[in-house]
């Protein structure tokens, strides 16, 4: 079962490793290096996860967030924080996030939540369908 | 015991209908009508003996006065009885009634202040969207200006940027309202608990520890999974720990804990922090209710927490003691 995610992170070594390890698992991942990439991207294909960094220089991760559930409602987002800060968390769950990763990741752990989380896209999709 | 949410625990799908089918029921039951039901044999003798051996004793009368005057001393007991009985019985439903009507009328209200509110946050997000934009467009053309006529405008971009400020403050509580007021349908899957709250703890412990705060977890290694939506679950146990958060002082405590009964899965947040008042205790789940400082809380938190809760058929309650701590409980059904 294939998985669209797309990883959206600034910090050029975490992302390197990340598509590497996924690679592992056959699963292609795509990246974007900031929230202005992550919208263009999202524009041009349709995403099951993404991973989000909280942390961005330019548009930050929140207000990325918010953007994707107006463009994307179905499409579900883990959130990335390198600081375990509880305001930017809060903000993050209540604006529809699916989860929260702290860093540094432990990959099994994000590997478990991306399925969760497409898991719940498919779900909400079929329900989406049957109720239209 | 801890005491239930003062709004009434209802089936996502009659949120707005309150008055209607199943709180009929619910009323007709706590006033009694029921009772015909269950007890109709037992109500006719309670109304038909004591005529009845009146009746007898009128009868007795012409016979032996002894006997006339037992039967009446019975007759008389009986009646005592039954009238004892109804009496206990009234008094029952009609405190069940009153129960209920507070209940009905604070949901209700409940209800009411939600749709305002987001009918509120609807028609001013735009202005607020506008005014945003013009102070940005006037910090721009201010900024020109100054390098036009290298006159210094600091008191002028000073005050755009609190304009600002307050403008993001705005829009900050709208969006929250609107995000709120949304009708979210639960998405359920197979949640580990204990894992979602091991995750959020791990969210609040940085800054509980710069309080000095210990965050303490007991989950069972046994838990059941649960059925039930997994991000809105995180919602619910992340607001609850912020207040506990917010609500210990420095050096307190703070316990997470799970356990499964009977179809049932409990969570607790205690906090032995400052506890809630009892004039405050019937009015934390109603939305903007909130002691703290301007600026700081908007109180939609347990209001919030309180209708994820519901959505997911489950039940939230507080236990408090000014001074000792708090409990929040969320029970949800596996
Ligand atoms: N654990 C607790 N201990 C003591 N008081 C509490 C606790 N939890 C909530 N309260 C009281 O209930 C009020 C409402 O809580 P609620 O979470 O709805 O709003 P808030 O925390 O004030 O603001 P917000 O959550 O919107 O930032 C709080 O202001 C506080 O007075
Ligand atoms: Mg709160």
């Known amino acids: 079962m294939d998985i669209n995610i797309l990883l959206v992170d600034d910090e050029n070594d975490f992302v390197e490793t990340m598509v590497k390890r996924f690679g592992i698992r056959k699963m292609a991942i795509d990246s974007a290096k900031s929230g202005q990439e992550a919208l263009a991207a ?14 961005m220089p330019g548009m930050d991760g929140l207000e990325t967030l918010k953007l994707i559930r107006e463009r994307a409602p179905l499409t579900e987002v883990i959130m990335l924080t390198g600081h375990a800060s509880l305001e930017a968390g809060m903000q993050g769950m209540n604006l529809g996030a699916y989860d929260y990763v702290l860093k540094p990741a432990d990959f099994d752990d994000l590997l478990d939540k991306v399925r969760k989380a497409f898991e719940r896209k498919e779900l909400n999709a079929k329900a989406r369908k049957q109720g239209a | 015991m801890p005491r239930p949410a003062s709004k009434e625990p209802e089936s996502g799908s009659d949120r707005q209908g309150i008055g209607q089918g199943s709180d009929q029921g619910m ?9 015909w039901k269950d007890h109709g044999l037992l109500l006719w003798a309670h109304f038909l003996v004591p005529p009845v051996l009146a009746a007898l004793v009128v009868a007795a009368t012409f016979a032996t006065p002894v006997l006339a005057g037992i039967l009446a001393a019975i007759v008389l007991g009986i009646a005592a009885v039954s009238a004892r009985a109804l009496m206990i019985r009234l008094s029952q439903t009609e405190e069940a009634r009153l129960a209920l009507t507070n209940q009905l009328i604070q949901s209700q209200k409940l209800a009411a202040i939600g749709e305002l509110s987001a009918g509120i946050a609807h028609e001013i997000n735009n202005p607020i969207a506008i005014i945003a934009q013009e102070g940005e467009w006037a910090t721009h053309l201010i900024g020109e200006a100054e390098k036009q006529c290298s006159a210094d405008f600091a008191e002028v971009k000073d005050s755009l940027r609190e304009v600002r400020a307050q403008v993001d403050r705005c829009k900050n509580i709208t969006h929250k309202l609107l995000d ?13 608990v204990s894992r979602i709250i091991e995750d959020m703890a791990r969210l609040v412990d940085k800054e509980a520890a710069y309080k000095n705060v210990t965050l303490v977890r007991s989950l069972p290694q046994d838990l059941p999974k649960l059925r039930t939506d997994a991000p809105l679950l995180r919602q619910v146990v992340l607001n609850l720990m912020t207040n506990a958060l917010h609500a210990v002082s420095e050096g307190g405590r703070i316990e997470a804990s799970a356990r499964a009964d009977n179809g049932f899965l409990e969570i607790s947040i205690t906090d032995n922090g400052c506890g809630i008042a009892p004039e405050n205790i019937d009015k934390i789940f109603n939305p903007f209710f909130t002691t703290k400082p301007p600026g700081q809380g908007t109180g939609l938190g347990l209001s919030m927490c309180h209708t994820l809760v519901t959505g997911m058929k489950g039940e939230i309650c507080v236990d408090s003691k000014p001074g000792q701590g708090t409990t929040f409980i969320v029970r949800l059904p596996r």
């Open chain 2, 27 to 35: 009323l007709a039951r706590a006033t009694g009508a029921r009772l």
């Open chain 2, 180 to 192: 709120f007021a949304r009708k979210r349908e639960p998405v359920i899957q197979d949640v580990d």
């Open chain 1, 42 to 55: 999202l524009a041009t294909k349709d995403y099951d996860v993404i991973i989000l960094d909280v942390r």
